[in-house]
T-cell receptor, first 111, second 110 residues
Framework: EPEVTQTPSHQVTQMGQEVILRCVPI?????FYWYRQILGQKVEFLVS????????KSEIFDDQFSVERPDGSNFTLKIRSTKLEDSAMYFC?????????FGPGTRLTVL | GQNIDQPTEMTATEGAIVQINCTYQ??????LFWYQQHAGEAPTFLSY????GLEEKGRFSSFLSRSKGYSYLLLKELQMKDSASYLC???????????FGAGTQVVVTP
């Protein structure tokens, strides 16, 4: 069964450093998303991406965040200068229509 | 504003039935999803309702009333592995973001 994959599973970084979180969506899906979940809190939408451009972004997704689809398979989330409050689980999701399939997540810890 | 409310926690016995309610107030509506999330893992899809009524899928059923802004997820014949958080999520367009509630932690006891 096809699935969304994410790397790394866990990333530890120092405050102010840049991180890139990687995702490989399901191959025939056209809609891609990033969500985050701070420990003990609800899943929050960050950004959606379709046809090689951002279709919607939340207030959380400020200038420090960017997304890219550098080739036909990868979908990346970059945080330029990490803050302590960026520590969270980051989930990538993809969709063909309706249901969104989530990857296993990257746990980002900012020290 | 957008509001999606569900109870924080529910406890039930193995073999029993549990009903998790979700109420929503959103600007627009294009469907309601239920996801299951075990601790430290990703949400996994359980059900999708876009029209009023009941959708049944094995031990899990989900109901929607759009006029009341209300849904429930029914879990029957509870098993220990059903102990997890159950997330209600609303979308306002076909391929748009999911707006999640805070989740209901279901604890299944022997």
């Amino acid at each position: 069964e096809p699935e969304v994959t994410q790397t790394p599973s866990h990333q530890v970084t120092q405050m102010g450093q840049e991180v890139i979180l990687r995702c490989v969506p399901i191959s025939n899906h056209l809609y891609f998303y990033w969500y985050r979940q701070i420990l003990g809190q609800k899943v929050e939408f960050l950004v959606s991406f379709y046809n090689n451009e951002i279709s919607e972004k939340s207030e959380i997704f400020d200038d420090q965040f960017s997304v890219e689809r550098p080739d036909g398979s990868n979908f990346t989330l970059k945080i330029r200068s990490t803050k302590l409050e960026d520590s969270a689980m980051y989930f990538c999701a993809s969709s063909a229509q309706g249901e969104q399939f989530f990857g296993p997540g990257t746990r980002l810890t900012v020290l | 504003g957008q509001n999606i409310d569900q109870p924080t926690e529910m406890t039930a016995t193995e073999g029993a039935i549990v009903q998790i309610n979700c109420t929503y107030q959103t600007s627009g509506f294009n469907g309601l999803f239920w996801y299951q999330q075990h601790a430290g893992e990703a949400p996994t899809f359980l059900s999708y309702n876009v029209l009023d009524g009941l959708e049944e899928k094995g031990r899990f059923s989900s109901f929607l009333s759009r006029s009341k802004g209300y849904s429930y997820l029914l879990l029957k014949e509870l098993q220990m592995k059903d102990s997890a958080s159950y997330l209600c999520a609303v979308t306002t367009d076909s391929w748009g973001k999911l707006q999640f509630g805070a989740g209901t932690q279901v604890v299944v006891t022997p």
